[in-house]
Each structure stands twice: as C-alpha cells, then as structure tokens.
C-alpha cells in the first residue's frame, strides 16, 4: 500500500523538484548563493506554493460560485426540511433526499464543490512532505535523486540553512534531537500556521455568512471545526520539517488574501460583508445587483438581463439607471 502511495505521488514529487529547482536557479541568479543558499531554497518552496494555488484559481471561482449558490438556495432547502420535519419513516427520508437532489440538479448547485481545493491541496501538501524528508538520505547516497534534486543537490540543500535550521528539520526529529534554533523557528512557524488558519475561518464564518445560517447544524460543526483545527495543526506541526511549513504558512496567507477580495467583492448573500458592501456602492451613488438562481423557481419568469448564478451584475449608476427606466405613456 505504501509503496503504490509513493507511486501515484512521484509524478508530483517530480514536478515539484523542478519547480523548485526552477525558482532556486532564479534565486541565485539574483544572487541568493553562498551563505544565503539556504533562503533561496526557502524562497523556492514560496514559489512552488504560489504555482500551486495560481493552478487552483479555477476550482476556487468554482468554489465561491457554488458556495453563493448555496446561500441562495437556503429558504428553500429550510422549505424541505421544515415539510418532511418529524417524519423519520423510509419512504418520507427518501423522499426528501429527492427533492434536495433535484433542487441541487435545478439550481446548478454542487455541495461538494467548496472541499475541491482542499481535496485536490492534498496530494502536493504529502509529496511535498516526502519530497523534503527524503533530502537526508539522499544527501547520505541511500535513496536515489528525483528529477533535478539529484544526490549532489539533495547535499547542497542540506547543506544551507535559514536561521540555523535546515528545511529538513523538524520539531521532533527521527532518530535524533533537533538544536534550539529549529525548536524555536518551527515553534514560531506553527503558531503562525495555526493563527492564519483561525483567523481565515474566522472572517469567513463571522463577515461572510448571514445570521439565519449560523443556526443550523452545519454551521454548529464549523465552529467546532474553527477551534479543533488549529490545535491539530499545532499537534501535527511538531513532525512537519521546516519547508513544509513554510509551504502551509504561505498557503494561508494566500488563502486569507484571497479570501478577504472574495469577502468584500463578493459577499454572500445577507450577511454582514454584504451589507458593508452595499453601503459602500450606494456612498459611490451606485446600486446594488441582485443575485438570482436560475431554476430557484420554476415558474417564474427569468429577465433575460438577470445575472446567471454565480455572475455578478455590473452595478449601474442612479443616473444610467433613470436613462434607461421605460418612459410612461399618456
């Protein structure tokens, strides 16, 4: 089972050498060598992480459209379960999961789209964690290179550090003790890992979902979720070596970034970010678009100009919309 794990991840293992290995050679062009080598390769696992999420941005805008779709499919999705409320018969249960399904199949809404990025993060984040635990034994001739991370470049990165550590160390250390320097950085890089996943879940539950959303079970599990997964990070963090911390450090930022453009841009429906946005466009004289579903209600007619779901509205100004408003006939 091991080892067709490390089969499937080789060809990920492989391109993240190279990248890699691609961003360390730009590093020391720009003259990160000699005493600063280690930096250079510590900035080149910032630039494999930046690769890899720029290659996620699909499946995040898939994401945010999805997760819109689901705030506006709320009032009938609670329609649903307040019909089939105290009925736990068979047929009752099956037949509520088949109205939920065909309002999913309706609206264009995945439920499962908002665990893509995670799910597909996952396989970089595990051969990234090889990839930099293997250095020593390559370093040492007992495992063969991979891709341009040959044994003479496994012992040039061993070599380098980045305040005393190398990128291989970690916390607790296999078969050895780890010096103060790195019980310190990876200390200090596991608080901030575990403060930036906080904080990103944080705003995220707080500014960006409404009220009448924070009451249901799912978002019970999320404030769970929003203390429990720091403290893991924190208790797993003590086995990461120090480049795969820098890999998940940089990650959350990027996803915090990223998250904070969504949230004030584009808010989900009836929540505190939302109306923050709407009394900053109405300031600027303009309004406000409305978010429609397509297939929310079948029959109803959809305008032709509605916004489709997920698609924002280009706002209008009051005097553009007074232009274009239907003159009253006499």
Known sequence: MIDFFNTLLYPIKLGEAWVMYAWHWLFETLGLSGAWAGWAWALSIV?????????????????IHSSRRMQLIQPEMQKIQKKYKGKRDPESQKAQQAEIMDLYRRTGTNPFSSCLPILIQSPFFFALFQLLNN???????????????????????????????????????????????????TAVLIVLMSATTFTTQYQLMRKN???????????????????LMPIFFAISGVNFPVGV??????????????????????????????????????????????????????????????????????PKSKKRARTQAPKNRR
């Open 47 to 63: 630039g494999l992480t930046v690769v890899v999420r720029v290659l996620l941005i699909p499946l995040f805008v898939r994401q």
């Open 209 to 227: 979902m409404p009220a009448s959303a924070l009451d249901n079970p799912f978002a019970k599990q999320q404030k769970v979720l929003l203390y």
């Open 245 to 314: 911390l820098l890999y998940w450090l940089t990650t959350n930022l990027w996803t915090m970034g990223q998250q904070f453009y969504v949230i004030r841009n584009m808010p989900a429906p009836g929540s505190e970010a939302e109306a923050n946005r709407r009394k900053r466009l109405e300031r600027k004289g303009k309004t406000v678009e409305e978010l429609t579903v397509p297939g929310l209600d079948s029959g109803d007619d959809v305008p032709d100009d509605a916004p489709k779901a997920g698609q924002r509205q280009q």
């Open 135 to 185: 250095l020593r034994a390559q370093a040492e001739g007992k495992q063969a290179g991979i891709g341009p991370i040959t044994n003479e470049v496994a012992r040039a990165i061993e070599g380098s550090t980045i305040f005393g550590s190398r990128l291989s160390d970690a916390f607790i250390m296999q078969g050895g003790t780890s010096p103060l320097s790195t019980k310190i950085l």
